[in-house]
Each structure stands twice: as C-alpha cells, then as structure tokens.
C-alpha cells in the first residue's frame, strides 16, 4: 500500500511569488489533514477535509493560502502571495473514516521562501 | 484549549540505557494521546497511541507509554535505546468527538551514543 506522498520535497520561492503544494493521500482515506512546522517551533494544525469538503479550517494563518481537494481525492494548497514567514516544513497527514485519529503523515515539503 | 509540553528539546542517552521522553498535556475534556517519531528525511510515523482504553500502550520497536490522569503526563519510555533510535519524537494530543486535529509539543531530538 502506498503511503502518503507529497510533492514537491523543497521549493525554494521569492517573496511575493506564488507555490502550490501537493497532497496524495492513501487511496480510500476520506480524511486528509494539512500541517506546518516552522523552523524551531511545533506542528500546527492547518485544516481538514472530509471528502472534498472543509471540515475545519481553524488553523489557515490567513486569506494568503488557500487548500482545496479535488474530488474527494489528492488536495493542494497554494499559497499567494508568499510572505518570508510562510517558510517552514508543510505536512500532509490522511486517515481512514473508522480511525480518523491514525493519521497517516507524509514526508512533508520543505518551503523557503527568500 | 488543549496544549502539550515535552521537557527537553534535545536528549541523549548511551546504547542501552533506558530512553525516558517527557510529555505532559492540557485538556478539558478526555483526550487521545499519541507519540509519533521522525526519523531524518522522513515524515512522521505513528509509535503509539491512548485512545481510553489501557493506561499502558506498547508500540512499536520496544516504545511504551503510560496514560497518567492525576499527573496530566504521557511519558514515552523504552528499557534499552539502540543507535537507530536516534530521531525526533513529537508528543499529540487530540479532542474525542467529532474534530480529530492534532496539536502538537515542540519534539524531542534523542541522540544514543556508544
């Protein structure tokens, strides 16, 4: 079974530019979860979906980023304009409808933004 | 609001020795615990979880951890640390209900020596 995928690894950006992360999570996960650790600190939680939809979206730092999954399946979030604060590790994380709570995490994205 | 403190950023112990991770937790209703480890260029890997059912969890590659209500604590331990022990370990706790989002310490990096 495949595990969880993200792409690209690293991205290394300008300020002001735009990156779009990619999320594949295990395939018949209806949950898929996004986190981030910026550097030195701990993960924090982004936001939630069940199916395609939002389910919690608490943890968006702001209107910059925006999440979506298409179709239930792979989910991308796309960050616009990037702001140097924005740097840090993205993790992607999926689980299962009967234990939402074993969260699967992916390796992560590495964005710097200079 | 729920919150978690790992005691240590960085511990190092000799091949061997008895591995003891800190975490203590803050939460208003019953929570899930979890200990996940990431091992370098990897992402996170599930080592054991407390979702209200036996205070001690075992888990995997010889880690347990101890539920401890009256002191808030969920300490990870292993009786004997070996060399590819060595990676960063990430205390989480989560709500029961319906939101399944985890919040995270700041990580403990376990060096083993020889």
């Known amino acids: 079974e495949a595990g969880v995928t993200q792409f690209p690894s690293h991205s290394v950006i300008e300020k002001g530019q735009t990156v779009t992360l990619r999320c594949d999570p295990i395939?018949?996960?209806?949950?898929l979860y996004w986190y981030r650790r910026v550097m030195g600190k701990e993960i924090k939680f982004l936001l939630h979906f069940v199916k395609e939809s939002k389910q919690d979206e608490s943890g968006m730092p702001n209107n910059r980023f925006l999440a979506e999954r298409t179709g239930g399946t792979y989910s991308t979030l796309k960050v616009q304009p990037a702001e140097l604060e924005d740097s840090g590790v993205y993790f992607c994380?999926?689980?299962?409808?009967?234990?939402?709570?074993?969260?699967?995490f992916g390796p992560g994205t590495r964005l710097t933004v200079t | 609001a729920q919150s978690v403190t790992q005691l240590g950023s960085h511990v190092s112990v000799s091949e061997g020795a008895l591995v003891l991770l800190r975490c203590n937790y803050s939460s208003s209703v019953p929570p899930y615990l979890f200990w996940y480890v990431q091992y370098p260029n990897q992402g996170l890997q599930l080592l054991l979880k407390y979702t209200s059912a036996a205070t001690l969890v075992k888990g995997i590659n010889g880690f347990e951890a101890e539920f401890k209500k009256s002191e808030t604590s969920f300490h990870l331990t292993k009786p004997s640390a070996h060399m590819s022990d060595a990676a960063e370990y990430f205390c989480a706790v989560s709500y029961t209900g319906t939101a399944s989002k985890l919040t995270f310490g700041t990580g403990t990096r376990l060096q083993v020596t020889l």
């Open positions: 395939s018949g996960h209806d949950n």
């Open positions: 994380a999926s689980s299962p409808s009967a234990d939402r709570y074993e969260q699967y």
